[in-house]
């Protein structure tokens, strides 16, 4: 070990050198995502990638039916696109929301600023100070927080202990964003950020494309396999192949259909998880969703309008979402 040492060392050094004069590879976290976001684009290539090498009557078809490939590699470029799209989008941080808010408020535009100061971020608060910040909330952030949530809740209990600020309903603190986003659901070790109010939407295309072009792309191997024999090293490297992109499908439809019921019932994923720890959800039945407006407004609020913030509910609304549905009901489309 001790002769290793001294030739590991200036490699090492070397190494750091090398990697601080590169922005996008200096910080760990986005050295591993940029790792991560070329290796899913290597694979896509791999498969692609074969049947052109491998395959003389794939390079066949593609002449004879320009149109039916031309079609194959729009829906490929579409859904890298969409990753990156994805991966580079912001879910919703509720700093930029309060900023927003404040900025815009006409009462406190030409009131003195004081900034609250955290480990990630500076957060600045309008009109008040920073020792009254966290017992009254005279900020405009801190009111219209106050207003989301029933009469009586604390403003202690809606502060986050990391930022600092005013937490609406259904936003949590991510410890690897280390910020707090708006209707959390998760975070996305492929893309490299979390899923939230104004990337969900995107995060759903996303998914959908990647599905119809596995879908598509297994068609295409099958159909490899279907043809005259080949040698048994190809055979053996496609079917390789064909288990891994199986597998991959089953887990990537599974993530779509699951995604599409928790927008049909707008939901988050860390609410469905973990809903006994959430204080407002704790006590509301499992099969009443609080924040569902319908399954076209739901779909219309992801898609068209990410920008409101969703109330908790009133007693009588949750009251009358828990009874059981009708046959007057179904006619009324009540679940619509």
């Known amino acids: 070990m001790g002769v290793c040492c001294p030739f590991l060392r200036p490699w090492d050094q070397a190494r750091d050198r090398f990697l601080l004069n590169i922005p996008c590879l200096s910080d760990p976290v986005r050295r591993s995502s940029l790792l991560l976001k070329l290796a899913l684009v290597a694979l896509h290539l791999i498969f692609v990638g074969f049947l052109f090498f491998f395959d003389e009557e794939f390079i066949v078809k593609t002449k004879r039916d320009p149109w039916y490939m031309a079609s194959y590699f729009l829906l490929?470029?579409?859904?890298?696109l969409q990753y990156f799209v994805t991966s580079g989008s912001s879910p919703g941080y509720v700093v930029d929301a309060m900023r927003d808010v404040c900025e815009t408020n006409?009462?406190?535009?030409?009131?003195?600023?004081?900034?609250?100061?955290?480990?990630?971020?500076?957060?600045?608060?309008?009109?008040?100070?920073?020792?009254?910040?966290?017992?009254?909330?005279?900020?405009?952030?801190?009111?219209?927080?106050?207003?989301?949530?029933?009469?009586?809740?604390?403003?202690?209990?809606?502060?986050?202990?990391?930022c600092h600020v005013e937490q609406p309903p259904r936003a949590k603190h991510c410890h690897d964003c280390?910020?707090?986003v708006l209707q959390f659901d998760h975070h996305c070790v492929w893309l490299g950020t979390c899923i939230g109010q104004k990337n969900h939407s995107k995060f759903w295309w996303y998914i959908f494309e990647e599905t119809a072009?596995?879908?598509?792309t297994l068609i295409m191997y099958i159909d490899y396999l279907s043809n005259v024999v080949k040698p048994w090293w190809k055979n053996a490297i496609i079917i390789l192949l064909l288990v891994i992109l199986a597998i991959s499908l089953i887990f990537v439809m599974l993530l779509l259909l699951f995604h599409s019921y928790l927008i049909l019932t707008n939901q988050s994923t860390y609410e469905l998880?973990?809903?006994?720890?959430?204080?407002?959800l704790r006590n509301i039945p499992e099969r009443v969703h609080p924040f569902s407006r319908g399954i076209r407004r739901n779909v219309y609020n992801v898609c068209c309008d990410n920008t409101n913030l969703d109330a908790l509910p009133a007693a009588f609304e949750l009251e009358d979402r828990s009874r059981p549905y009708t046959c007057f009901d179904m006619l009324k489309c009540r679940c619509c």
């Open 76 to 80: 490929f470029s579409a859904t890298l």
């Open 106 to 162: 006409a009462v406190y535009r030409n009131t003195p600023t004081i900034s609250i100061k955290s480990e990630s971020l500076v957060v600045t608060v309008e009109g008040e100070t920073a020792s009254s910040a966290r017992r009254t909330p005279t900020s405009p952030w801190g009111k219209l927080v106050l207003d989301l949530y029933p009469p009586g809740t604390s403003v202690r209990n809606l502060t986050c202990s990391y």
């Open 178 to 180: 280390d910020r707090c």
């Open 213 to 216: 072009l596995s879908i598509w």
């Open 273 to 280: 998880v973990r809903r006994r720890r959430i204080p407002y």
